[in-house]
């Protein structure tokens, strides 16, 4: 599977972006996707996680509220809705996609998009 994370951007604070995350392969619909972000200086830290129908969603604290994630068998498209943007929220976003239950720690990941960079501004 390969992955093509789009979408991030500079917004101000209290604004909103969407981003992306495109896979290759057929077989998407058998893998829980998730979105990392990684700030400068920082371990790369979970944000959200979706599993395989959709049907089930774990988010970070942080970001409980604020984001929304989804997905689209039909695209081999997942996404992510950011409102209420922070500065805090600065960092390159990175999907991956793994087979395995929800998980918020890299290690059950097996792929990895090449991260896209969200820049807050106050």
């Known amino acids: 599977v390969q992955l093509q994370a789009s979408g991030g951007g500079l917004v101000q604070a209290g604004g909103s972006l969407r981003l992306s995350c495109a896979a290759s392969?057929?077989?998407?619909?058998?893998?829980?996707m998730g979105w990392f972000r990684q700030a400068p200086g920082k371990e790369r830290e979970f944000v959200v996680a979706?599993?395989?129908?959709?049907?089930?969603?774990y988010y970070a604290d942080s970001v409980k509220g604020r984001f929304t994630i989804s997905r689209d068998n039909a695209k081999n498209t997942v996404y992510l809705q950011m409102n209420s943007l922070k500065p805090e929220d600065t960092a390159v976003y990175y999907c991956?996609?793994?087979?395995?239950?929800?998980?918020?720690?890299?290690?059950?990941?097996?792929?990895w998009g090449q991260g896209t960079l969200v820049t807050v501004s106050s």
């Open positions: 979706i599993s395989w129908t959709g049907g089930s969603t």
């Open positions: 991956a996609a793994g087979h395995t239950f929800i998980a918020t720690t890299t290690l059950p990941y097996d792929y």
């Open positions: 392969g057929r077989t998407f619909t058998s893998y829980v």
